[in-house]
């Protein structure tokens, strides 16, 4: 007989039923860094039936100390974090069908990943794309797990659309400045207990366990031993733009096609050319060998420059790491990666 | 006395975790003030605040006892 979930099933909240329905279900984990990682490990072993997981970067071994699924081949090398992520769930779990893409995530490209949904994991790093995931779920109706950490300390906050408050009831605008792993550092512990408080709901929701959710928002400092468990009964707002009765979805609506953008917190500015672009890796190789270090995969090819370092992405995103300034990102470039356009 | 908690970036800022004044009849928008003035911490403008594990707006008024937390947001993932 197959024991492989034989204890989780006799845990009496999940039992061989909850197991079935949880190998019905489709989780999409977006970001695979330090959240990401922790939540899709625990729900791919739990044997959720699909997983999809989307992240832009590549690791580096920054990242190794907490970002569960990498190796240290996998910051030699520069692997794109879904790629490395998905070989590693999948030697995990060859049950569960495991997508990964290496996608900068917009309100475009999510749409479809969001509908197929059952739920969403939060393994972002950024405010800016909260905002697009939290107008998709409530369109699409499809809840979703923040979590977010600095240092040692972490919340999150499980969103039901007509249910509970959204994100915009709690925040009402995209928070200017937050402390993120880049300014204020972070221990994997803040990371394992935030990811171990949104797969303990995503678990919950999987196996159709709505009544059963916390229902509160929740922030703790591991360091510390503080906790938080915050009702949230009072705040929602009839007129939110996101999940109120003349409801405008303002992030999806507002979306720019942001061209260049400065990496909150990471000294790095990203360019997304207008219209997608495919490179040949071996012709930008030899051009830029030039110039300074270039190392590649078939995703991704890093040039070493004197004070930058240039990643360039097979879908023409461009990460300019070293520098925080839009025009001298916009000059490296114009300079070394799209000059025969100008 | 109104005991206060102080969550991420605010801990290492005001070099403790909580605070107890003699504050009552202040309301959450005003405590923020005070402690922005009497502390020197950054704008608290975007913290996030709940009085007694309920989450609060910033005009309630704040009464004996409260223990309120301040909660600014962070974005790590
Ligand atoms: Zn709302």
């Known amino acids: ?7 989780q099933e006799l845990f009496s909240g999940i039992g061989k039923e909850g197991q079935k329905r949880l190998q019905e279900k489709h989780v999409l984990v977006l970001g695979a860094g330090a959240l990401g990682s922790a939540s899709a490990e625990t729900l791919v072993r739990a044997g959720v039936g699909t997983l999809t997981i989307i992240d832009r970067d590549f690791v580096e071994w920054s990242n190794l100390h907490r ?3 990498y190796t240290e081949a996998d910051a030699e090398h520069n692997h794109p974090k879904a790629i490395a992520a998905k070989e590693r769930l999948q030697s995990i779990n060859k049950d569960t069908t495991v997508k990964a893409y290496v996608l900068d995530a917009k309100a475009d490209n999510l749409k479809k990943l969001v509908q197929d949904a059952d739920v969403v994991i939060d393994g972002s790093d950024n405010f800016d794309i909260r ?5 998709l779920s409530q369109k699409y109706r499809v809840p979703w797990i923040f979590g977010a950490f600095a240092g040692s300390f972490g919340m999150s906050y499980t969103f039901l659309p ?5 994100l915009q009831c709690i925040l009402s605008t ?6 993120s792993c880049e300014t204020s550092g972070i221990i994997a512990p803040a990371v394992q207990m935030t990811s171990a408080h949104q797969t303990t709901e995503a678990l919950k929701i999987l196996t159709n366990q709505e009544e059963s959710l916390r229902g509160t928002l929740l922030l703790f400092d591991v360091w510390n ?3 938080q468990s915050i009702r949230t009964d009072k705040i929602k707002k009839t007129d939110c733009p996101s999940c109120g009765k003349e409801r405008t979805y303002p992030y999806l609506v507002h979306e720019q096609d942001t061209k260049l953008e400065v990496l909150c917190g990471r000294n790095t500015v990203q360019i997304r050319p207008s219209e ?5 890796f071996n012709t930008l190789a030899s051009e830029l060998k030039q110039h300074g270090n270039v190392r590649k995969n078939s995703y991704i090819l890093i040039c070493t420059l004197s004070d930058c370092r240039l990643a360039i992405f097979q879908d023409g995103r461009v990460l300019i790491h070293g520098t925080k300034e839009i025009d001298k990102a916009k000059h490296l470039y114009h300079r070394f990666i799209a000059k025969e356009k100008e | 006395m109104i005991k206060i908690l102080f969550f991420a970036r605010l801990q290492e800022e005001i070099g403790k975790d909580s605070l107890n004044i003699e504050k009552a009849g202040l309301t959450v928008d005003q405590l923020k003030q005070w402690l922005e003035k009497e502390h020197g911490l950054q704008s608290l403008d975007q913290t996030m605040a709940a009085v007694n594990e309920d989450y609060a707006d910033g005009s309630e008024v704040l009464k004996e006892g409260d223990t309120v937390a301040l909660i600014p947001p962070v974005s790590g993932g």
């Not at chain 1, 007989?1 to 204890?7: A, K, L, N, P, V």
């Open chain 1, 131 to 135: 905002f697009i995931i939290n107008d």
């Open chain 1, 67 to 69: 970002q569960q699924l």
């Open chain 1, 174 to 179: 995209i928070p200017s400045s937050s402390m």
């Open chain 1, 225 to 227: 031993t503080q906790q």
């Open chain 1, 276 to 280: 997608k672009k495919e490179y040949d």
């Open chain 1, 1 to 7: 007989m197959d024991t492989r979930y034989s204890r």
């Open chain 1, 162 to 166: 007509e249910k509970t408050p959204c």
